[in-house]
């Protein structure tokens, strides 16, 4: 199994297996952003499922900063109860298997994987620091939540394109004042927010950092500025890095990682060593393609410490228990169609590709 089976200790957190639920936006919750009854199934599903952490879709740490219409809430305290059930879903039946919540801003409207739901509002050039630190404190309240509902980790947003990404690109950051210019200001933001986390939730709770290792954009930023970034992220006091990539056209960037990783299958293959090195003894997760067992298992022996999944896991809940713990060891059956992905603008995540209904209307 190559490790893959064995498990992994996050902070205080020990994790039974290194797979891990990257976060996926179920847009299921009701308009309020509060936990249903079709939210509690889909983490059901997954907790046995047999993945070693689950990390739910990115819930909004600010109504303004909401992207999709039923993307959950942290934003105030009555989605406490909602998400303590959740958590106590996945502890249930989960057998060990730990949970996160995922914080998010959104921004500025147009970016990451918002293809179609773009209700946040932010002026990323005009906002002044009184608002900037606002949201910032937002964080904090947002994950002290978190811990009320009796999540084991928080995990943060900082990826393709949304507002902390947005703040540490040189292409979406025109500012001029602290919050811009320089790396070290751009970076500013992402630190004001894993200080204003660390302390709302005390030094014991795992922070869980997705940040792009790469823009994949002109004039972005690329793997050797942001190792620099997860460093000082982790020197804050961020316990587990997973990487990513990408602001925006995602799909397009998606196909032609894949193409470029072959049999490799990981995207983000080559920010591995230069990520491990730049954080240390901290765990590294990485996420995007991965579907085998022989890939997963390459990707541990190169030093990386989770093996991250999303669309595999839309199509296969199950999929961790399968290849762990049954003689089926076939890769995953997602074909990376991004159906699932240009569905959620408007509807519940559901593989779209593999549901009998929209195979017997697709042919009508
Ligand atoms: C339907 C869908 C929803 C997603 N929602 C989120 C999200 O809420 N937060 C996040 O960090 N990434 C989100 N992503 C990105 C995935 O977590 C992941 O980084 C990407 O799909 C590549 O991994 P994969 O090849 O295992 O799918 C989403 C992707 C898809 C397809
Ligand atoms: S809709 Fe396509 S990309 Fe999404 S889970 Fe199904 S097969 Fe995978």
Same mark, same amino acid.
């Given at each position: 199994m190559g490790g893959l089976d064995q498990p992994f200790s996050v902070n205080r957190m020990v994790v039974k297996n290194r797979i891990l639920r *990257?976060? @996926?936006?179920?847009?299921?919750? #009701?308009?309020?952003? &509060? /936990? @249903? !009854?079709?939210l509690m199934k889909l983490y059901f599903d997954l907790s046995v499922g047999g993945a070693g952490l689950i990390i739910t879709g990115a819930a909004g740490v600010e109504l303004s900063g909401r992207v999709w219409t039923n993307q959950l809430a942290a934003w105030d305290d009555g989605c406490i109860d909602g998400l303590e059930s959740l958590a106590k879903v996945i502890h249930k039946w989960g057998e060990g298997c730990k949970c996160a919540v995922q914080l998010h801003h959104g921004g500025v409207s147009g970016y990451g994987y918002s293809?179609?739901? $773009?209700?946040? $509002?932010f002026s990323l050039d005009d906002a002044p620091s009184e608002l900037i630190r606002k949201t910032i404190a937002s964080f904090g309240e947002a994950a002290l939540r978190v811990k009320k509902a009796g999540f084991d980790a928080v995990a943060v947003h900082g990826a393709h394109g949304y507002l902390i990404s947005q703040f540490m690109s040189p292409v979406t950051n025109h &500012? @001029?004042?602290?919050?811009?210019?320089?790396?070290e200001n751009r970076a500013r933001f992402a630190l004001g927010v894993v200080q204003s986390i660390r302390g709302s939730v005390g030094k014991d709770m795992p922070i869980l950092w997705k940040m792009n290792c790469d823009d994949y954009h002109e004039g972005g930023q690329g793997v050797g500025e942001y190792a620099r970034v997860a460093r000082g992220l982790v020197e804050a006091g961020v316990d587990l890095i997973e990487l990513s990539g990408g602001l925006k056209d995602q799909i397009k960037l998606r196909a032609r990682l894949a193409k470029e990783a072959g049999d490799h299958e990981a995207y983000f293959r080559p920010a591995a060593q230069p990520f491990r090195d730049a954080i240390g003894g901290k765990a590294l997760a990485m996420t995007g393609g991965m579907k085998s067992l022989p890939a997963m298992e390459a990707l541990l022996n190169q030093? /990386?410490?989770? /093996?991250?999944?999303?669309?595999?896991?839309? *199509?296969?809940? #199950?999929?961790?228990? &399968?290849?762990? *713990? !049954?003689?089926d060891k076939r890769k995953a059956k997602c074909t990376s169609c991004n159906k699932c992905l240009l569905r959620i603008a408007r509807e519940p995540v559901k593989c779209v590709e593999f549901d009998e209904f929209e195979r017997m209307i697709r042919n009508l």
């Open positions: *990257s976060a @996926t936006m179920e847009n299921m919750a #009701d308009s309020e952003g &509060r /936990v @249903t !009854s079709g293809y179609g739901g $773009k209700q946040a $509002k &500012r @001029t004042d602290g919050w811009g210019g320089s790396p030093g /990386v410490d989770f /093996v991250g999944m999303c669309r595999p896991l839309i *199509s296969e809940p #199950d999929l961790p228990r &399968r290849l762990l *713990s !049954s003689p």
